[in-house]
């Protein structure tokens, strides 16, 4: 008998959960979005002064790449006009092979299609390469709208303004209102340890999901911020070796304060405890962070709560480096993944990506609407791995992007006309930008439709160097997005369709392999770094099944396991809480199970 189809109403992916999401308030989620607003803006403003053609592709370049703090922000700018006199020598030597030959033009555009979106899949270059092949073929694709004997020169200076402006503004804006990699890490912990106090004092349903998904995070973002505050060369190695043993403390407390939440709703809060946290939390909001932590005293009859107030002692105490290394040292990846070439699904990505790519630009050709081309760059924008991938951020894609070209619409009938300046024009773009930010500095599972807000606006609202009231550019460019979205999602979906499905155990077996190293572990230290490390796993794998159970119902049908692997997930996390209480009882029978499950 064939086992019963999941039913869609069980993803967790509910409408209410996704408006939850919208609205979160996550700490450093509003100024990570002004400080992304203000940089598109500033792009704007740039183009407008410098007069380049097609200013939403600076703006959307700008979206793209903004970081969250002034390093990572200065390095990502400088890489892209790095880049830029690569592509600049590679467009110049395609025009000259291209130049009046209308074939040799497509020949071009195919083959950097596959080359970009094979990077995008094989390479550590994504999603940079998506952005890179945008650029290279959309500058291409231009060449015929400009008079042939300026064409060499236009198309050089053009794509150089479409990278060297948004690089430029995230160097030099980025440096002056960004903040510093290590305040970015300190808030970051500074966050987990008031949620873990909020959670010790009691709170509601919507308060532990919104804790839940804060977990999930691990460690994985403020490491990216350890390593950037290294780069600055500002503070000392003993000062990051205590902040990075930090940020995997606090994923362990509020682990620990979430499975305590969970255990025990009505228990009278442990008042020390929470008074520690919200001391420590001080101390790292100012950037700085505790020393020589008293443990607080906590119930006798909650284990949990005590596990806690003996690793608030070690909080920022780096583990003592092993005498011999258990294990030789790791071999460094290389630009390509280990599979890039024995894979064939690399291949098949991109000969997807360069089908939807070919085809959109051919039809806007054989139909003479000049107006939709946007289908093309939706094509490098929107293109997803797998099927599961494809569907779940679909209804993001769309949403967004008529959510934005109707911001755009309504902005050029209502606004526009009344604006006098070039100032009122920007707090309009700024304004825009601002909304596009916040949804797109949020979960990873909203953030496209953020994206897609702001290429909507962008492209209705900016025509030329500056603003349009055109209706029929607006009209053209949304057609344009949603051609494009629905020709991306046919060549993903029907030729060589993959499953999101297909990498749910190996993601359960790395999971169970986290918790075999957890149990090895011998001090607090490498606990909680497992702990984190577990966390981020846990919800990768909690994302596969949300796409996979996104699928058709006969994709679905074959998803015998799907239940059994979502228990998987749920089981090994509790687990990561359970081992720092009690690493002994029924551990390696739980871990088994887990193993089981992933087999």
């Known amino acids: 008998m064939a086992p019963p189809v999941p039913d869609m109403t069980d993803a967790p992916l509910t409408p209410a959960r996704l408006w939850r999401l919208v609205r979160d308030p996550t700490p450093g989620r509003l100024g990570y979005a002004l400080r992304m607003a203000a940089g598109c803006t500033a792009t704007v403003l740039v183009g407008e002064i410098w007069q380049v053609p097609d200013l939403a592709v600076p703006a959307l370049v700008t979206m793209a790449l903004w970081q969250k703090d002034r390093v990572t922000n200065a390095v990502a700018g400088i890489a892209v006009n790095i880049l830029i006199l690569i592509l600049l020598l590679l467009i110049y030597g395609l025009i000259g092979l291209t130049l009046d030959h209308p074939l040799a033009l497509v020949a071009a555009i195919t083959l950097l299609s596959l080359g970009f979106f094979f990077l995008g899949s094989a390479s550590k270059l994504k999603p940079m390469a998506y952005m890179l092949g945008l650029i290279v073929v959309y500058g291409l694709v231009a060449i015929d709208q400009v008079p ?14 479409f990278l060297a402006v948004p690089g430029a503004v995230m160097v030099v804006l980025g440096l002056l209102i960004c903040p510093s990699p290590r305040r970015v890490l300190t808030d970051d912990i500074a966050a987990r340890l008031r949620v873990s106090a909020a959670l010790l004092r009691g709170t509601d349903a919507e308060a532990r999901a919104h804790a839940t998904d804060l977990l999930r995070e691990g460690a994985t973002g403020m490491a990216k911020s350890l390593r950037m505050a290294g780069l600055e ?28 939440a969970t255990r ?18 001080a101390i790292f909001a100012e950037g700085d962070y505790p020393t020589a932590i008293v443990a607080p005293a906590t119930p006798a009859d909650r284990p949990a709560c005590a596990t806690m107030a003996a690793l608030l002692a070690v909080f920022t105490t780096p583990a003592p480096p092993p005498k011999q290394p258990d294990t030789p040292a790791e071999k460094k990846s290389g630009f390509f993944t280990p599979d890039a070439f024995t894979n064939p699904t690399h291949v098949r990505f991109a000969v997807k990506g360069t089908a939807a790519v070919m085809s959109s630009y051919l039809l806007f050709r054989i139909v003479d609407w000049p107006g939709i081309h946007t289908c093309i760059i939706t094509c490098f924008i929107v293109a997803q791995p797998t099927m599961g991938e494809m569907i779940a951020k679909l209804t993001l894609r769309i949403s967004g992007a008529l959510i934005g070209g109707a911001i755009g619409i309504a902005a050029i009938i209502f606004v526009q006309p009344h604006l006098q300046d070039i100032t009122g024009f920007l707090i309009l773009v700024f304004a825009v930008s601002l909304l596009a930010a916040w949804v797109k500095t949020g979960d990873e599972r909203i953030a496209y439709a953020g994206f897609q807000i702001g290429l909507a606006f962008y492209l209705t609202d900016l025509k030329g160097y500056g603003p349009t009231s055109d209706m029929t550019t607006a009209r053209d460019r949304i057609v344009g997005i949603m051609v494009g979205n629905a020709i991306t999602y046919a060549m993903f979906t029907s030729s060589w369709p993959t499953s999101a499905y297909d990498g749910i155990a190996r993601r359960l077996n790395a999971v169970a392999a986290l918790l075999r190293r957890q149990h090895a572990a011998t001090t607090r230290q490498e606990q909680a770094a497992c702990v984190a490390a577990l966390q981020s796993a846990v919800s990768q794998g909690e994302r596969q099944v949300e796409y996979a159970l996104a699928e058709p119902i006969h994709m679905r049908a074959e998803m015998d396991r799907i239940i059994s692997f979502q228990t998987g997930f749920a089981d090994a996390a509790r687990l990561g809480a359970d081992m720092l209480t009690d690493p002994h009882t029924e551990t390696a029978t739980r871990i088994a199970a887990v193993e089981a499950r992933a087999s």
């Open 233 to 260: 060369r500002l503070w000392r190695p003993a000062d990051l070796a205590c902040l990075h043993q930090a940020a995997d403390s606090a994923v362990a407390v509020l682990a620990l304060a979430e499975a305590e």
């Open 148 to 161: 042939v004997g300026e064409v060499v020169t236009r198309a050089l200076l053009y794509t150089d303004l």
């Open 264 to 281: 025990a709703p009505d228990a009278p809060p442990p008042q020390a405890l929470i008074d520690t946290l919200e001391h420590m939390a």
